[in-house]
């Protein structure tokens, strides 16, 4: 069972937005400054689109967005377009992990 | 930003010992992070473990056991070695590297293993 907790599933229309949540057990994730968030299309490698909770990599479009309250961090993408759909998963390190850490990984539909 | 490459065996059988390389080309790999991921057939993503360029090694504690994590910059590779394999070691295994332990913006792409006999 992974430390940090996502749902297994999310969906939402072309031009909406959806928000995939990642929880995290243990105190120390909430404040954690290292939570990072990868896209992954079917047979390929994952791509880093957040990282340090809300930072893009450049080329990365500002439709994705990372936030954290608390144990629970948040990926939104908004502006929902059909090439969004694919895989997510939150990354994190903390000192009560001792390592590093992904969730369980969500799958985004684009109905 | 760097190119990785993985290679190594796509089939072992169990007890034996994986054993994958990462070529790095198109960088400096001072100041990084060095990393192996791992993703079974339909699952999530599993992280192994870092070297970092310094020489420090950091393990997931599951399979601390078992995993050697080495660098030799002279070749401009890193490596990853599984002791004592079992099928539940049957992966799509990734190297990555980026400047911070969950900052991987550069990836290879991926070699299948498959444990069996």
Redesign the interface.
Known sequence: Q?ALTQPRSVSGSPGQSVTISCIGAGSDFGTSP???W?Q?HPGK????II??VSKR?SGVPDRFSGSKSGNTASLTISGLQAEDEADY?C???AGSY????????TKLTVL | QVQLQESGPGLIKPSETLSLTCAVSGGSISGLYW?W?RQPPGR????I??IHSSGST????SLKSRVIISSDTSKGQFSLKLKSVTAADTAVY?C?T?G??????S????TLVTVSS
């Open positions: 992974s290292y939570v990072s990868y992954q490698a994952p791509k880093l990282y340090d990599p998963s990354c994190s390190y001792s390592y590093v850490v992904f969730g369980g990984g | 990393a991921i999530g993503l599993e992280w473990g870092y950091l393990y997931n504690p990734y990555a980026g911070a332990p969950t900052r991987n913006p990836w290879g792409q991926g």
